[in-house]
């Protein structure tokens, strides 16, 4: 059986929606011209609500690594101390870029798939007995499909010490997740397109309050294409120091014309929603949960396969004979779980294909019958929902 309409259900990148794709694709415009000017002014603003700032957003043409890089040049001297919470693969990622340009990195290990506990986070800190000039988080640790408690932790740590920056990377929540700079006390909050933003790949946004802007003209960190200084120079004359991705600028414009249509509440709770049927599909097709409800990321949930071998079955033959693509799982998860992900242009009704298709490829393999069990789990949960 052919399927013509693959369906990509990785946690980045995502579907782009036909209005993004047909933005992306108008004739290329000078990118020292008014035509940009306008494209950017509105860019740079469009995206406030969705970060939660009341500063405009810095968009940077490149992927989302580079603002992870630039959250450490821009706010670390590099004698500080910095301290990172490591929970999978891009906390590692993190603690990657720190060791490359850091003396004093210090890392708490959180055990993967779990959120971080904060109580034991600040006496971490407590015990470093250093001045710690700033503290790195995922939001959504991709990786495990975790969402950490990036309020309960902004206050702890402003608590504990308010002269500390704290860094969240929300690379693959933002766009899914009610986030606010001022209320959930971060400093800088960073992301990229290709998930939730629902953008072709090759754009990072830096989110950033106004300690942290002051913060970035003192650091003397040698940087130059990550130097965010530049950017906030250019921004104040709506443009950027370097040739900025101009189709990527206008998929910016047509994403928030695409959220506003919906409304960003709506889209927050579409995803949520999403998030707790496929939990209960899941549990009825008798597929562990990898992460906890409370810390349940609702654009990316990991499940355990019961086998090595019924994990590769449900990949190859998804991809195989119903043209759906998941993913694997990162570091030493490579092979113990599978990532369903549901962000951006993700419809209910979307997941319910893989619902489905996962209902056959478990009753084939199991040899006992899954039909129907896991779709009606889902749509008794959607109901509420549509
Ligand atoms: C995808 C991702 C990144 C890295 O983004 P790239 O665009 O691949 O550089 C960083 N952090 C998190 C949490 C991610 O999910």
């Given at each position: 059986?052919?399927?013509?309409?693959?369906?990509?259900?990785?946690?980045?990148?995502?579907?782009?929606?036909?209005?993004?794709?047909?933005?992306?694709?108008?004739?290329?415009?000078?990118?020292?011209?008014?035509?940009?000017?306008?494209?950017?002014?509105?860019?740079?603003?469009?995206?406030?609500?969705?970060?939660?700032?009341?500063?405009?957003?810095?968009?940077?043409?490149?992927?989302?690594?580079?603002?992870?890089?630039?959250?450490?040049?821009?706010?670390?001297?590099?004698?500080?101390?910095?301290?990172?919470?490591?929970?999978?693969?891009?906390?590692?990622?993190?603690?990657?870029?720190?060791?490359?340009?850091?003396?004093?990195?210090?890392?708490?290990?959180?055990?993967?798939?779990?959120?971080?506990?904060?109580?034991?986070?600040?006496?971490?800190?407590?015990?470093?007995?250093?001045?710690?000039?700033?503290?790195?988080?995922q939001y959504c640790e991709t990786s495990t499909a975790?969402?950490?408690?990036?309020?309960?932790?902004?206050?702890?740590?402003?608590?504990?010490?308010?002269?500390?920056?704290?860094?969240?990377?929300?690379?693959?929540?933002?766009?899914?997740?009610?986030?606010?700079?001022?209320?959930?006390?971060?400093?800088?909050?960073?992301?990229?397109?290709?998930?939730?933003?629902?953008?072709?790949?090759?754009?990072?946004?830096?989110?950033?309050?106004?300690?942290?802007?002051?913060?970035?003209?003192?650091?003397?960190?040698?940087?130059?294409?990550?130097?965010?200084?530049?950017?906030?120079?250019?921004?104040?004359?709506?443009?950027?120091?370097?040739?900025?991705?101009?189709?990527?600028?206008?998929?910016?414009?047509?994403?928030?014309?695409?959220?506003?249509?919906?409304?960003?509440?709506?889209?927050?709770?579409?995803?949520?929603?999403?998030?707790?049927?496929?939990?209960?599909?899941?549990?009825?097709?008798?597929?562990?949960?990898?992460?906890?409800?409370?810390?349940?990321?609702?654009?990316?949930?990991?499940?355990?396969?019961?086998?090595?071998?019924?994990?590769?079955?449900?990949?190859?033959?998804?991809?195989?004979?119903?043209?759906?693509?998941?993913?694997?799982?990162?570091?030493?998860?490579?092979?113990?779980?599978?990532?369903?992900?549901?962000?951006?242009?993700?419809?209910?009704?979307?997941?319910?294909?893989?619902?489905?298709?996962?209902?056959?490829?478990?009753?084939?393999?199991?040899?006992?019958?899954?039909?129907?069990?896991?779709?009606?789990?889902?749509?008794?949960?959607?109901?509420?929902?549509?």
């Amino acid at each position: 059986m052919k399927y013509y309409h693959p369906l990509l259900l990785t946690p980045g990148p995502t579907p782009v929606p036909e209005q993004i794709l047909h933005a992306t694709q108008l004739p290329m415009v000078g990118h020292r011209s008014s035509d940009f000017e306008s494209i950017a002014e509105e860019a740079f603003r469009a995206l406030k609500p969705i970060f939660g700032a009341k500063n405009d957003v810095i968009i940077l043409t490149s992927s989302g690594t580079s603002s992870l890089e630039a959250s450490m040049l821009n706010l670390a001297n590099p004698e500080d101390d910095i301290v990172i919470i490591v929970s999978g693969a891009f906390g590692n990622r993190f603690k990657q870029i720190a060791e490359s340009y850091y003396e004093n990195v210090h890392i708490f290990e959180v055990e993967w798939g779990k959120a971080v506990n904060v109580p034991d986070f600040i006496d971490f800190l407590k015990s470093l007995n250093r001045q710690v000039t700033a503290v790195y988080s995922q939001y959504c640790e991709t990786s495990t499909a975790v969402l950490h408690p990036v309020n309960e932790l902004g206050h702890a740590l402003k608590n504990y010490d308010p002269s500390i920056f704290y860094v969240v990377d929300g690379v693959s929540c933002i766009g899914a997740v009610d986030v606010d700079l001022e209320r959930d006390q971060i400093d800088v909050l960073i992301s990229g397109s290709q998930k939730a933003i629902m953008l072709p790949p090759g754009l990072a946004f830096v989110a950033y309050n106004d300690r942290a802007k002051a913060r970035f003209a003192e650091v003397t960190t040698p940087r130059f294409y990550l130097d965010l200084n530049k950017y906030l120079k250019s921004q104040a004359e709506h443009s950027t120091p370097f040739t900025p991705n101009v189709s990527l600028f206008r998929g910016v414009n047509a994403y928030a014309q695409l959220v506003n249509e919906e409304g960003f509440e709506q889209v927050i709770r579409r995803h949520y929603a999403i998030r707790d049927a496929l939990r209960q599909a899941l549990t009825a097709l008798d597929l562990n949960l990898l992460v906890d409800e409370a810390y349940a990321s609702p654009t990316v949930t990991a499940f355990i396969p019961n086998s090595k071998e019924e994990l590769n079955y449900i990949k190859t033959e998804l991809k195989k004979r119903f043209a759906i693509t998941i993913a694997g799982g990162q570091g030493h998860l490579k092979g113990e779980i599978l990532r369903i992900g549901h962000m951006g242009q993700i419809s209910p009704f979307d997941i319910l294909q893989v619902v489905s298709a996962l209902e056959i490829l478990l009753t084939e393999y199991r040899n006992q019958s899954y039909i129907g069990t896991a779709i009606t789990q889902y749509t008794e949960v959607i109901k509420a929902y549509v």
